[in-house]
């Protein structure tokens, strides 16, 4: 292997395979509890729980570790309605036939639309910028590898942060995304990723039964 600067390994912690197995079995059974939500409560959520999440998503790996990646956590309501207001333009497009028949056939058992109150009624909205240029440190401006990978990844633990700390999320989209860029005052290096909305669900919060249909282990996992 080649020479590197490293450090020990520290906090790695082993546990009996009995632990293991009960551990992996608790984990899947808390993540499955974790649903896409479209209807959303306007009740606060400290900052505080929003920024452990994104300190958590920044542990993920990227390439070189470059960790190539920007969040914006708004909590403004001017600036979320400007946010709605562009979204639903271009989703007004997009489902009034840009986005295709196939497409829209297969959006329709999710009950989705071009409107967004969402963006507006949840606390949070945080949206996820790509870097193509940068480093490990804030002020380099080398070339990022496995962006959109890296990114990914951070989005998930994101997600997976959220949902433990007992928040629900909605992952979103819009078509096209650049105005995101010019609401948050990202510079030309950024480029919007998803938009993600978090909070607690509104009383009236559903799940669709499509949503809750899961392909079987054998269907996504051969063990060779």
């Not at 992996?24 to 059974?29: D, I, M, P």
């Not at 009740?43 to 990227?62: D, F, G, H, L």
């Not at 401006?141 to 959220?162: D, K, P, Q, R, W």
């Not at 030309?188 to 978090?198: G, K, V």
Request: proline share 5%; charged share 25%; glycine share 6%.
């Amino acid at each position: 292997m080649q020479q590197h600067d490293s450090s020990p390994l520290s906090d790695y912690i082993e546990y009996p395979v009995d632990e293991m197995l009960s551990r992996s079995q608790a984990f899947y059974l808390d993540i499955k509890r974790r649903h896409t939500i479209r209807s959303f409560s306007d009740r606060e959520v400290p900052k505080e729980i929003i920024e452990n999440c994104i300190k958590a998503a920044a542990t993920a790996p990227s390439g070189a570790n470059h960790q190539p990646w920007h969040f914006v956590a708004v909590h403004s309501s001017e600036i979320k309605k400007q946010i709605r207001e562009q979204a639903e333009f271009h989703e007004r497009g997009f489902y009034e036939g840009r986005a295709g028949e196939e497409w829209l056939g297969a959006l329709k058992a999710l009950g989705t639309d071009a409107d967004k109150p969402y963006l507006e009624h949840a606390p949070w909205l945080i949206a996820i910028f790509s870097q193509k240029k940068g480093g490990v440190n804030s002020e380099d401006s080398n070339t990022n590898y496995y962006v959109h990978e890296s990114v990914g990844i951070a989005t998930g633990f994101l997600i997976n942060a959220l949902h433990t700390s007992g928040l629900v999320t909605l992952t979103h989209t819009p078509k096209p995304m650049s105005f995101l860029s010019k609401v948050c005052n990202r510079p030309e290096n950024d480029r919007a990723y998803m938009l993600l909305i978090a909070g607690y669900p509104s009383e009236d919060a559903t799940v669709p039964h499509h949503a809750q249909v899961k392909k079987s282990l054998e269907d996504i996992a051969t063990f060779l």
